[in-house]
């Protein structure tokens, strides 16, 4: 605070002092004429003792609070400075109270508050969300004459860690050695625990050896300050030093090393605390269950979940659900399913776990069901469940449950309470073909983050809009967002996507000249993807011997790609091994090649490579495609007859491939086993799973309907080329999300223009 506002804050203080005067007095008015009868007592009861402060210690709501406070005004009690600083603790530091009731009454005192009623305020403003303003109550506190103690500045220490202010927490420190308490022990632990958070490590110790007393909150404020900046060994020589290492002690270590996800140190730090005899409580096994969820050590977790069972733990409900989140992310979803099943008394964590594991394990169909089945049991989802499900939307293609989570999101959950759910709407969108409406919801957004920034350019970037996507980029920069490496995958995959050698060229060089950004693996493949794309191998090769790191399968695996473009068998081979190097059972690769030998009509060696294949016992990923009709997701796979409305989808077929042959559409059956006859292979290829789920969207969707589908391979060649004439023939447009982008079929018209 300057010195202006420092002076001026006395009479900023009398002007909200007089708006939440109004305030109170209306409030208390109000909560009198509510108040029971039953309340009345002798005005000659002593404070401590009356009827209204033993109702006030069992109060639970501001409503009956209210109340009571209104009696106690009716008989003068209010004026009492002991009364006052019970009416003011259970406004400012109850979690049901109110703060900005606590400030009007506290406005409302005539004579001098005393510095228990002073330390409450501040003590209450460093629980709440505004620490700030703790400081500065603090230095109102002192222009008003009125001396701290020992029990203000432990609220203010807590406060500075809060706001990273290690100059505010040092001026505080000298304030404590100017008033003489240098020497008192609460206040010594929260120097330490504010250098410790603060990362002033050679204060907190300095601060540690002149504690009068080292206790073990001493110790482990240390200890943890230790851990934070990873200085494992000073940590572990505290911890070892301890006079007293309780359960408290061991979960402090354990806790930290866990937080930063040093998660085999917290397993093995919890074996050596059970080697010690020290048993365990319900956060030391929270924390130890998080840590084998996260590093996937399922033996520790099972035994944890045999000695909860032993010890008739299995009632806790945080325990049981840090089990099902062990299990989850260990991928024993049956185990961690039984577990969900078992328990009665669901909370909206339960929920979360068991949804988040199945959406971790890449098991979206489940996710999205127990999602379904969550709101059918009438539980509320929260930010951490929407947080889940929109990512499993956007995989799945589920547009209208997507929309759905939207509307509940604007009805319940204010924008700024958690920019995170608008940057996720705007990647559901996206990834659900529905570009415009993450469009309308990044330019809705009052306050951007580089985040939304970032989730719109790749948005922009995957379906072809490579030009918006770089002017995009342009204007975040203009409006003073620093890009950075996520922001670059994004704008260099729009240039890849869009064919934009030269604009991939200028931003490569200016994320490392003008932004000091390291390149990527992922910066490397977007740009060599976009210089394969455009047949500069020889340019390609160069920058993939500059590169500071190894190229991965999926950087030759696009070169491969390209040569499948441009029909270059020689350089196609060379990248086939580079790929079957890294990653021997590729199918890709082995399905890449094998269509480059095709092409060019060399089936001795089409024969030759799928015949290895086989014996190498490798499998092709089966094609699948998904379309969400009326909030259903339908899954089809290639010649699939397992669908309920199989016949009238084979019937739709039938009349598409009528109407194409009549339209000159010819199958290219070229890229097809060359041992099949003819009508084999025609059969095969308009059996594709995209050309199911299109007829079935045809059939299930009004005419001049969007179709929207989504496949976990590439679009083959035949059938990007008859959805662009069902589009035109049907007058539908169909948008397609493939393994690589998203094509908008139009008119007999791609985004892509046929370069995907």
Request: aromatic share 10%; net charge neutral; hydrophobic share 40%.
């Amino acid at each position: 605070m300057s010195r202006f506002e420092i002076t001026m804050w006395p009479l900023m203080m009398m002007k909200t002092r007089f708006q939440h005067m109004l305030t109170f007095y209306s409030e208390a008015q109000n909560a009198m004429i509510l108040s029971s009868s039953s309340l009345i007592t002798s005005s000659i009861t002593p404070p401590q003792n009356h009827q209204s402060l033993n109702l006030l210690s069992k109060c639970k709501n501001m409503e009956e609070f209210k109340q009571i406070h209104a009696q106690m005004i009716k008989n003068g009690l209010h004026k009492s400075q002991f009364a006052l600083s019970k009416i003011l603790h259970f406004c400012a530091i109850n979690s049901y109270g109110d703060l900005s009731y606590a400030l009007s009454v506290f406005d409302t005192i005539e004579e001098q508050p005393d510095p228990i009623i002073w330390n409450t305020i501040i003590r209450g403003y460093s629980l709440n969300s505004s620490p700030f303003s703790a400081i500065d109550f603090y230095k109102f506190m002192l222009l008003s004459d009125v001396e701290p103690n020992s029990y203000t500045f432990p609220s203010l220490l807590k406060s500075c860690a809060r706001i990273d202010g290690i100059n505010e927490g040092k001026q505080i420190h000298g304030h404590v050695l100017k008033l003489g308490l240098g020497y008192d022990v609460f206040i010594h632990t929260s120097l330490i625990n504010f250098y410790s958070q603060s990362g002033e490590l050679d204060d907190a110790r300095l601060a540690f050896e002149k504690s009068p007393l080292r206790d073990p909150v001493s110790f482990t404020a240390l200890i943890t300050g230790y851990i934070s900046r990873e200085r494992f060994k000073d940590a572990r020589k505290l911890f070892d030093e301890m006079p007293l290492r309780d359960v408290v002690s061991w979960n402090s270590i354990i806790a930290g090393h866990t937080k930063i996800q040093r998660f085999q140190e917290a397993i093995d730090l919890f074996k050596e605390m059970q080697i010690a005899k020290i048993k365990p409580n319900e956060s030391t096994l929270v924390t130890v269950l998080s840590a084998c969820a996260q590093s996937g050590c399922l033996t520790t977790g099972e035994h944890i979940k045999t000695w909860i069972f032993n010890n008739k733990l299995d009632s806790n409900l945080r325990l049981v659900n840090a089990l099902i989140d062990m299990y989850s992310k260990c991928n024993e979803l049956q185990k961690a399913r039984s577990l969900f099943d078992s328990i009665n008394n669901k909370n909206i964590i339960t929920w979360n776990v068991m949804i988040g594991g199945y959406a971790h394990t890449h098991h979206y169909r489940e996710s999205m069901d127990l999602f379904r089945i969550m709101l059918q049991s009438n539980h509320k989802p929260n930010e951490v469940t929407l947080l889940t499900i929109l990512p499993t939307c956007a995989h799945m293609g589920a547009l209208d449950l997507g929309k759905w989570i939207h509307a509940y999101i604007n009805k319940n959950i204010p924008e700024s309470s958690n920019p995170s759910l608008s940057t996720s709407l705007i990647d559901m969108y996206a990834k659900c073909g529905d570009i415009e409406a993450a469009k309308s919801v990044f330019e809705s957004l009052k306050h951007k983050s580089l985040a939304s920034w970032n989730a719109m350019i790749s948005g922009l970037a995957m379906h072809r809009q490579a030009h918006k996507a770089i002017e995009l980029f342009k204007k975040m920069v203009n409006d003073g967002f620093a890009p950075d490496d996520i922001t670059f995958v994004g704008v260099l995959s729009a240039c890849s996507h869009g064919g934009l050698v030269n604009s991939g060229r200028h931003l490569f060089h200016s994320m490392i000249q003008d932004f000091k950004i390291s390149p990527k693996l992922q910066h490397y493949g977007c740009m060599i993807d976009l210089l394969g794309r455009a047949g500069l191998f020889e340019e390609a090769m160069d920058m993939i011997k500059k590169m500071e790191v190894n190229p991965d399968g999926a950087i030759w695996g696009s070169l491969l790609g390209a040569c499948t473009f441009y029909q270059n068998t020689l350089l196609g081979e060379f990248f086939f091994k580079k790929v079957v190097e890294l990653d021997p059972e590729s199918s890709g690769a082995h399905v890449m090649l094998s269509n480059l030998y095709a092409a060019n009509g060399q089936w001795d060696d089409v024969a030759r490579i799928r015949t290895k294949f086989k014996d190498d016992g490798s499998k092709k990923i089966p094609g699948c495609t998904s379309i969400e009709i009326d909030g259903v997701v339908h899954e089809f796979l290639a010649s699939d007859r397992t669908h309920p409305m199989s016949d009238q989808i084979y019937a739709m077929l039938e009349e598409t491939n009528r109407v194409l042959e009549k339209s000159g559409y010819i199958l290219d059956t070229s890229l097809v086993l060359y041992d099949m006859d003819d009508e084999w292979k025609e059969g095969q290829l308009c059996q594709h799973s995209e050309r199911l789920a299109i007829a079935f969207g045809l059939l299930s969707t009004k005419p001049g309907t969007t179709i929207r589908i989504m496949k976990n391979l590439r679009v083959c060649s035949n059938c990007h080329s008859a959805t662009k004439l069902i589009s035109k023939i049907f007058e539908r447009e169909i948008i397609a999300r493939d393994r690589n982008r998203f094509h908008h079929f139009k008119n007999g018209i791609c985004s892509c223009m046929d370069q995907w």
